[in-house]
């Protein structure tokens, strides 16, 4: 009964992906042009984004960065997954080598500037290079230091799967509110605001700051899982 | 000019580091030089107008991907063959 009704779920998606997918013309010169010149215009004048690259990474092309998140929140499930069985045995660490004083000193004074850093490159994302997969990276980077430096320097694992899991859902509900408001996924709904703003760009601020929580609280999670692998 | 000049030798220097990864029995060594790697071509991102990719490079290239290496190191062997199993057992990270 179970195979059946899995069989027939199957078949149904099937059929209407391949309905949607038959459509498309592969293969076939739609842009005359390119659209090259419609991003950079639009960019400035319509979106008032400073940042070319985020406006396309975030607005343009915001489909596929959700798919980009989404491959590398499967590529932390799986490698979790995989290191599952020895996660029990809390409070053991593999601990590269014992650090020094001066080790720790200095990764406690640069631990506060390191987080201040990535925070600023991801809410900045419209404005200045970087956005929200940099800035959660380099976030990450300093709880890594910290996690080498302190060998009792732990992260909730609880705590970093919500945060890993809101940031995710409100980045598809903010895609489904595009919707209800303009008509396609990831459409921008709020204002556009002043150019070099910090308030400008409607969604892609709000966007790119769910994605720097996503992204540091999943490579903090890979790394704390990866410290606390041991045989 | 000087300009190309700085970006050749950027590039032999990530050339020669590669090229240093390969042969090096030493894991350690070998990994320390794919982080230089990264480090280099953070600085040519940087040089050609990416910035974007250039913060990507230094954060995921140079710390995360280096320090997952070491780890593995550190849970494996640290050499490439078994000759040299003495020193193996003498090195720090064991």
Known sequence: MKKFLVILILAVLGFHLFA???????????????????????????????????????????????????????????????LYKRRHHAGDRSVLFSSSSI????????????????????????????????????IATGFLLML???????????????????????????????????????????????LNNLFSGGVIGIIYVMVGFKVAAELTGLIYTILHEKD | MIYLILIFFLLILMLGAA?????????LYAVIATGVISLVLTAIFYMLQAPDVALTEAAIGVALTTIIFLI??????????????????????K
């Open chain 1, 103 to 138: 080790v720790r000193s200095g990764s406690k004074l640069l631990f506060p500037a390191i987080i201040l850093l990535g925070v600023y490159i991801f809410i900045h994302g419209h404005l200045s290079p970087g956005g929200g997969f940099q800035g959660g990276a380099i």
């Open chain 2, 72 to 93: 593995t190191i550190r849970n494996t062997k640290r050499y490439e063959d078994d000759y040299n199993k003495k020193d193996n057992l003498k090195s720090p990270l």
């Open chain 2, 19 to 27: 090229v240093y990864a390969v042969v090096q029995k030493d894991l």
């Open chain 1, 20 to 82: 949607a997918f038959s459509g498309l013309g592969f293969g076939v010169t739609r842009f005359e042009k390119g659209v090259k010149d419609f991003y950079l215009e639009k960019t400035v004048s319509e979106l008032h984004v400073a940042n070319t690259v985020t406006s396309i990474v975030v607005n343009f092309r915001g489909f596929d960065t959700l798919g980009e998140v989404t491959v590398l929140f499967l590529a932390v499930s799986a490698m979790g997954g995989i």
């Open chain 1, 148 to 194: 080498i430096a302190y060998e009792n320097f732990s992260v909730s694992h609880n705590t970093l799967s919500y945060i890993e899991s809101f940031a995710g859902i409100f980045f598809v509900v903010i895609g489904l509110l595009g919707f209800m408001n303009g008509g396609t996924f990831l459409q921008n709904f709020l204002p556009a605001g002043i």
